[in-house]
Nanobody, 122 residues
Framework: QVQLVESGGGLVQAGGSLRLSCAAS????????MGWFRRAPGKEREFVAA????????YYADSVKGRFTISRNNAKNTVYLQMNSLKPEDTAVYYC???????????????WGPGTQVTVSS
């Protein structure tokens, strides 16, 4: 089992950058595939990015490809989401997720953090 806590959210102007962090508890962090989802006001939850347990493979939603970068540090039990060139439509609550399956982590991951708010002003 793993517990997740996000940090790094906040208010930023369009075109700016933020880096989200997700600290995971548990001694088996490096056996989990990790990812990020988001939920914008009035919209369904959507997949943002995922990274394999080794960090060798990454996956992105088309809407963030080229602007966001996911990475992980297994020694620190932490996963990151670097967000550049932010747009108002990136405004959402961002959730860190984890799952033992690389397929499930991008669809219905089993572990979720409480979320962190990101607001991009125009």
């Amino acid at each position: 089992q793993v517990q997740l806590v996000e940090s790094g959210g906040g208010l930023v102007q369009a075109g700016g950058s933020l880096r989200l962090s997700c600290a995971a508890s548990g001694r088996t962090f490096n056996s989990y595939h990790m990812g990020w989802f988001r939920r914008a006001p009035g919209k369904e939850r959507e997949f943002v990015a995922a990274i394999s347990w080794s960090g060798d493979n990454t996956y992105y939603a088309d809407s963030v490809k080229g602007r966001f970068t996911i990475s992980r540090n297994n020694a620190k039990n932490t996963v990151y989401l670097q967000m550049n060139s932010l747009k108002p439509e990136d405004t959402a609550v961002y959730y860190c997720v984890a799952d033992g399956s690389p397929i499930v982590v991008v669809t219905t991951p089993v572990y979720w953090g409480p979320g962190t708010q990101v607001t991009v002003s125009s």
